[in-house]
């Protein structure tokens, strides 16, 4: 793509700028041109591509510089280059360089670019299409551009358009296994029935089911399994994660780049000082309505969301630290607590709610150890669904955009083996198939982005694997049915007695 960066800007002197020191910047900015700009560009890219000080003049203390370039030795690090070398220069002069001011930034780009594209942050002003190309000028200080705002910017354009490219799929569908076929022994759906029986009433809240000891047995027997046959004999370890997810984890872990509109977000009262918010109890009290409008002016925040992806608020725990060797690879596991999603219009029986409960499987170690747990738990979740659960299920690989486009399914040694497998079931009332389970092979996404490294010096790679409690039992249930005399025996024998303590008049 046509990529050009303008910058107008100048650079403010300690006093003024005399004739001799005004040589000496003559000489530096001929020399910036034909060598320091060059300085690590291949030597077949043409010298158009290349940042340049096209013009310069001296005013007062300040010397007005323009500054263009394509994508090598961008305009603006083009200037940051020549602050430093002309500032050795100036010593000379005992001048010293006292500040960059920006008076104009503009990026250019080619017509293939939609308006779409062209994100809307504060800092994007006036978006002018003309013959060709497409020239965006940005409002950026100099410490914006310093920090390589435009450079990400760029990248965010190109990220979008490659986004509509992939054809508006949320990701990429590849089947891997299928199940034999196993004719259905019940045709219902599941979440129906078990409010007929009063195994399950909505929370309060939306998409929240309050759960009684049946629906609970259940859950508890797949959970066992789970146990017994999956996480003990693969030698994970149990561990207990934060639920309540600050920006900081989200930053580390990506989810800070899109995970917005199905968050619940977080917020602290700005002081536990009780009169402060003694007035707010009283108008609960007079009123018996509770006074939101002015809650929302006396707390801080959001400062984060709850938990979301179960993993995310592990890594804190391994952050900036060398893990060693013989520990390797890590095997954990987290079972503590609910997941929140707001699901919005999607909200469906159990299956897809706003408050769930999952196992979060999580693994650390080499590249080649990451894939082999990977392996690992594909083996032994197959024998859990063909031979324990017997369940008509299916196995696809799933490569959502993003991963597509950071280059993560290259050719070469486990590179292919970045991604996520997707675990469908038949849910036989409605002939579609529900994910209830996935397992991803991260690469090396979690532990740059937390800073975890191996003794060894080798790649530091990592896995999830996310096995929802009311996914399993919607898969499991909408194939079974309910009499349990018809059921695996595994999972009949563990659930036991159906306990339903509640009876109402
Ligand atoms: P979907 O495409 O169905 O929304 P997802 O891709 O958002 O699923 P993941 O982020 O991969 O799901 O979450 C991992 C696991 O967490 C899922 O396989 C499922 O078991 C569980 N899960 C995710 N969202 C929900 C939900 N809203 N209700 C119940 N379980 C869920
Ligand atoms: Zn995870
Ligand atoms: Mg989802």
């Given at each position: ?16 700028i ?23 560009v ?11 000080i ?10 007005r ?8 030795t961008r305009a ?9 070398q002309?500032?050795l ?41 003309e ?53 259905p022994?019940?045709?219902?759906n ?20 309050i759960?009684?000891?049946p ?9 066992a ?55 707010i ?5 007079v ?46 596991y ?23 409960h ?6 650390i170690?080499?590249?080649e150890?990451?894939?082999k ?10 024998h859990?669904?063909e ?6 299920w299916?196995?696809?690989r ?6 597509a ?36 092979v ?6 740059r982005?937390?800073?975890?490294k ?37 999972v ?14």
């Amino acid at each position: 793509m046509f990529v050009r960066f303008g910058l107008k800007g100048k650079l403010v002197l300690s006093d003024r700028i005399g004739d001799t020191a005004e040589e000496t910047i003559a000489e530096a900015v001929q020399e910036a041109n034909e060598r320091l700009f060059r300085r690590g560009v291949p030597r077949e890219v043409s010298s158009g591509e290349v940042g340049q000080i096209t013009s310069w003049r001296v005013e007062g203390n300040e010397i007005r510089l323009e500054l263009q370039s394509g994508p090598y030795t961008r305009a603006h690090d083009a200037l940051f280059r020549f602050r430093k070398q002309l500032s050795l220069a100036m010593g000379r002069h005992r001048l010293g360089i006292r500040g960059i001011a920006i008076d104009e930034f503009v990026l250019t780009l080619g017509e293939e670019v939609p308006d779409t594209a062209i994100p809307k942050l504060p800092f994007i002003g006036e978006v002018r299409r003309e013959t060709g190309r497409v020239q965006v000028r940005l409002d950026l200080s100099a410490g914006e551009l310093e920090d390589r705002v435009p450079d990400r910017l760029l990248r965010l354009i190109e990220e979008k358009m490659e986004a509509k490219a992939y054809g508006g799929k949320a990701e990429h569908w590849e089947l891997l296994y299928q199940s034999p076929e196993r004719p259905p022994i019940y045709r219902e759906n599941p979440t129906e029935e078990m409010i007929a029986r009063g195994w399950i009433r909505h929370g309060a809240s939306r998409g929240q089911w309050i759960y009684a000891p049946p629906a609970v047995q259940v859950f508890r027997a797949l959970e066992a399994i789970v146990q017994e046959e999956i996480l003990r004999p693969l030698g994970f370890s149990e561990m207990i994660f934060p639920k309540l997810v600050p920006w900081e984890v989200w930053m580390r872990s990506g989810h800070a780049k899109g995970v917005y509109p199905e968050i619940y977000y977080i917020s602290t009262p700005k002081t536990r000082d009780p009169a402060y918010w003694e007035d707010i109890g009283d108008y609960f009290k007079v009123t018996g309505k509770v006074w939101v409008e002015e809650i929302r002016k006396r707390i801080e925040g959001p400062i984060g969301g709850m938990c979301y992806a179960q993993c995310p608020p592990f890594w804190p725990f391994v952050q900036g630290e060398t893990i060693s060797n013989d520990v390797l690879p890590i095997r954990i596991y987290d079972r503590s607590g609910t997941s929140h999603r707001y699901e919005s219009g999607g909200i469906h029986g159990i299956e897809r709610v706003d408050e769930f409960h999952r196992i979060e499987v999580l693994w650390i170690g080499t590249v080649e150890q990451t894939v082999k747990v990977a392996e690992e738990l594909h083996d032994r979740y197959r024998h859990v669904f063909e031979d324990i659960l017997e369940l008509q299920w299916r196995a696809a690989r799933v490569t959502p955009w993003f991963m597509a486009q950071e280059g993560l399914i290259g050719e070469g040694c486990c590179a292919g083996a970045v991604g996520t497998t997707d675990y469908e079931a038949l849910l036989p009332y409605n002939g579609t198939w529900l994910e209830f389970q996935n397992v991803s092979v991260n690469g090396d996404k979690y532990p740059r982005g937390f800073n975890v490294k191996l003794q060894s010096g080798a790649e530091c790679w990592s896995g999830c694997s996310g096995i929802g409690y009311e996914r399993w039992a919607a898969a499991f249930l909408s194939q079974k049915g309910f009499d349990t005399s018809r059921w695996p025996e595994a999972v009949a024998e563990r659930v036991g007695e159906f306990r339903e303590i509640f009876r109402f008049v």
